[in-house]
């Protein structure tokens, strides 16, 4: 045996290259956090490899760490049959002329067949199709490859499509692969292009052996081997052991049984496999999360074209409109001079014409909260679009640096609820206090004083009615007190009426500049309303999936983490 060669063996199946459990099965369970992550984010044909690799790798080491499954594979007549047989020195598998010789895998064990039996169930051998190597009857010859599992399988280049799919299936699942090749056809495109190149994660589970040496002339194998050493650095498979063998001669497999053997012993080769599978699958993952997530939801302030929107949608700037006429229809009458008022109260209030204040107690009803609370004018068409539009911008600003799936995922969360929208935003609308329920109490004290100057001015009106009344009946005549030169009646009802025009024309500007202020208040509720609604609708489910994408980019760090 070449201390060279098994040098390389020892050096890829063991230096530096073990696998610890512990960490294999927090990989793996990073990857499961990562499918959880995703789970409805992503196209379920995006992660079927993951599934895949999390389903087999937990059968996989429930079921025996203390077996290798070893396949054998390659190409019709390379001699896999014969290998098989050699290693386990008994005719198990047909060795046939007719091509192609094996159609179903055999599996030969090593050691009792009991501990086996259910990870060979799970590979699907048939029991017809097993053999045991029991080392009791052996004597110690065989206690060596105690463990080794070893399956001689169909041709992958067969005629038959079942074989190829039988080979398939089967290097989804064993531990270690040898490639068999035999010096004619150790160049085919096919073992290349379709295994090995697929193969380059697993090169710590791979090894590659070229069978009937003995066919070719001594001088001739060494460059051979060099040739095929060639090919497989092509395939990214450089550092994978080459042995060449040569199956009708019992010493022609010794560098394969010494590997063997130490690969048994080991009890590396599952942790290796299952190390590459995860490698394989967090490659394939790697392009379906940001290379850093997002930092949150931009643009999500008070004065985004979000927020900006969802208030012209919701009819904001009309209903702060009418707060700005409701206050000063409602000064009016509470300030104007009292002989008008009355014709004020037969305008209607701005307010009230929309139905606002709305359903009062916050909407506790469920029952009434499903109904469109108020009659402010619905979102016209370019209103509808301009939140559309808006929505779109958060959705895409959010996404930005995601991959495209993610993007997708966010734009639909941005979308979800769109449809809620118009009654949410009239329920905010409706529900929000708009400051004028309370009338402030200058508006009293300005309205009594209208009072007194209006009584005074009846009590003038009423004192001078009497007086001629009395003069037209020829009755004593009042001793009417004077103001200076006038009559106090006449001072009076005059003083009274200029009094009360007066008050009535000072407070104008008065009410108007604080029905601005009323204004002003009311749009300011009323913003915050509506952005929580836009918060609630829009910007929750779109922080739902970046988070969502947080927890997948964190999970596949940490599965990638060897
Ligand atoms: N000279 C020589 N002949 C071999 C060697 N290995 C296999 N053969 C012969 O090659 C032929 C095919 O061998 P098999 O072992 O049936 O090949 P296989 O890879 O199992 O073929 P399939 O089952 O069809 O995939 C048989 O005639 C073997 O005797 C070898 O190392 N040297
Ligand atoms: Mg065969």
Known sequence: MSPNIVGRVREALRGGQRVDPDALIARLAAVRRFLEAADGQLPDTQLVPAHTLVERAGTRLSLSRDHTVVALAGATGSGKSSLFNALARFELSPVGVRRPTTGVAHACVWGPLDG??????WTGVLPRHRFVRESALDGDDESALHGLVLLDLPDFDSVQRSHRL??????GLVDLVIWVV??????????HSSYLREFHRHRDVTLVVLNQADRLPPAELPRVLADLRRLLDADGLDGVPLLATTAVDPGGITELRATLERTVAERQAALLRLAGDVDTVVAGLAELVAAEPPAGVPDAGPASGLNRALAGAAGV???????EGAYRHRAAASTG?????????????????????GPTGGGDDPAESLVAATSVPDPTAAQRSALGLAVRAVADRAGADLPDAWATAVTTAARSRLGDLPDALDRAVAQTDLGLDRRPAWWRIVGGVQWLVTLAAVAG???????YALRALGLPALDNPRVGEVPLPTVLLLGGLLAGLLVAASTRPVVRWAARRARGRAEKRLALAVGAVGQEHVVEPVRAVL?????????????AGR
Not at 337 to 356: A, K, Q, S, T
Not at 547 to 559: P, S, V
């Open 116 to 121: 086996a039996t259910r990870l060979l169930d």
């Open 166 to 171: 039988e080979v398939d299936r089967l290097l």
């Open 182 to 191: 035999d010096p004619q056809k150790y160049a085919d495109r096919v073992v």
């Open 317 to 323: 700037p009309a209903v702060a409109e009418a707060v």
């Open 337 to 357: 001079w009292p002989l008008v008022r009355g014709w004020r109260r037969l305008r209607p209030d701005p307010l009230r014409r929309l139905h606002l204040p």
């Open 461 to 467: 009106l009423g004192w001078l009615a009497l007086g």
């Open 547 to 559: 988070a969502r994408h947080g927890q997948a980019w964190q999970a596949l760090r940490d599965a």
